[in-house]
C-alpha cells in the first residue's frame, strides 16, 4: 500500500507518539512542602493555609482519591516547582522575599516547620525537612550526551552547592562544556532542576504533533531530545533530572 507524503508523516508522528506513550511514564512522587515532619499526615490538619501563603502557587491538595492524603498538600515539580520563596532580579540574583519560608510560617499546627530564608539555613537543613532529592541520570542529559543546555545548573536557586557544574572527584575525558551534577548533601529537592528540564514528555511529543509550531526553547533542544530518548531503551524516566522522596 502506498501512503501519500502526509499520511507518511501523520503516521510517522503517531508512531512515535505511541512510542513515546508507551516508553514514558509521568511517576509524580508525594513531595510535600519544605519542613515536613515525619508525622505530618498526623499533624496536618488540611487548613490550606500553606496553600494561600504560597506566592507561586506551587502548593496543590491532594483531592478524595488521594484515601489518607486528601486534601493535604504537595507539590508537582512538572507543575509548578518550590521556589523557595526567592525572587530573581534583573541581575540574575536570588533575593527572599520573607524572612522565613511562607508555607512553614502559615502552617498552624507545625506539620510544616518554620524555616528561616536564608541561603545558609537552606543548606543545612535536616534531610528530614527536606522535600526530596534530585536525581540525574546522565544516559538522557544534553549536558552530558552533547555538551549542550545546562539549564538545570542555572537555575538552581541553590546552584554551586546543591547543582555542581561538575562533579567532584571526577576526571572526565573530553569534556568541554558543564556536567550538572548534584550534591546530595546541600540538594533541598525543590524542583526548579525537574522543571526546566527540557528532556521532557511534552519537548518528545511536540517535536512529532503534526502541525505544531515549536517555541523558541522546544526548537533549540528538540533533535537531541528525540536522539537521546530513542536511544534510552523502553524503562526510560523523564525528566532527565527528577526529584524523588528521599528515603
Ligand atoms: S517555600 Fe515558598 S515557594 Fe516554596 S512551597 Fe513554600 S511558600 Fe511556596
Ligand atoms: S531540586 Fe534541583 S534545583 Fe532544587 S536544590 Fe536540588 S538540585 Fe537544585
Ligand atoms: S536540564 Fe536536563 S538535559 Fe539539561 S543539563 Fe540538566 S539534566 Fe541535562
Known amino acids: 500500500m502506498r501512503l ?4 507518511f508523516i501523520r503516521s510517522s508522528a503517531l508512531l512515535w507518539l505511541g512510542f513515546f506513550g508507551f516508553k514514558m511514564r509521568r511517576e509524580v512522587p508525594v513531595i510535600r512542602p519544605p ?26 491538595f491532594f483531592d478524595i482519591s488521594a484515601g489518607a492524603n486528601v486534601a493535604t498538600p504537595y507539590i508537582d515539580p512538572l507543575e509548578t516547582p518550590c521556589y523557595l520563596c526567592l525572587k530573581r532580579t534583573s541581575e540574575g540574583k536570588d533575593e527572599p522575599l520573607s524572612d522565613y519560608l511562607l508555607c512553614g510560617e502559615a502552617c498552624p ?4 516547620k518554620k524555616i528561616k530564608n536564608d541561603r ?3 543548606l543545612s537543613l535536616p534531610d528530614e525537612l527536606k522535600m526530596g532529592i534530585s536525581v540525574l541520570n546522565r544516559d538522557i ?4 550526551q552533547y555538551d549542550s543546555c545546562g539549564e538545570c545548573y542555572y ?11 561538575y562533579p567532584p572527584n571526577e576526571v572526565i575525558t573530553g569534556a568541554v562544556g558543564i ?16 522543571y526546566v528540564c527540557p528532556v521532557n514528555e511534552k519537548i518528545a511529543k511536540a517535536t512529532v504533533e503534526p502541525g505544531r509550531k515549536l517555541t523558541y526553547f522546544e526548537e533549540r533542544y528538540a533533535a537531541m531530545v528525540r536522539n537521546v530518548i530513542g536511544k ?13 522522596k528521599r528515603v
Do not use: Q
Open 4 to 7: 501519500s507524503r502526509r499520511s
Open 120 to 122: 545558609d539555613t537552606l
Open 35 to 60: 519542613g515536613a515532619t515525619s508525622d505530618f499526615l498526623a499533624r496536618c490538619i488540611r487548613c490550606g493555609k500553606c496553600g494561600e501563603a504560597c506566592p507561586y502557587d506551587s502548593i496543590k
Open 141 to 144: 542529559c544534553l549536558a552530558w
Open 155 to 165: 537555575n538552581c536557586p541553590l546552584r554551586d552547592d546543591a547543582m555542581l557544574d
Open 109 to 112: 499546627t507545625g506539620a510544616l
Open 179 to 194: 556536567r550538572p551534577y548534584v550534591n546530595e548533601k546541600h540538594c533541598v529537592g525543590c524542583g526548579m532542576c525537574n
Open 232 to 244: 534510552a531503551g523502553r524503562e526510560v524516566k523523564l525528566p532527565a533530572v527528577r526529584v524523588v
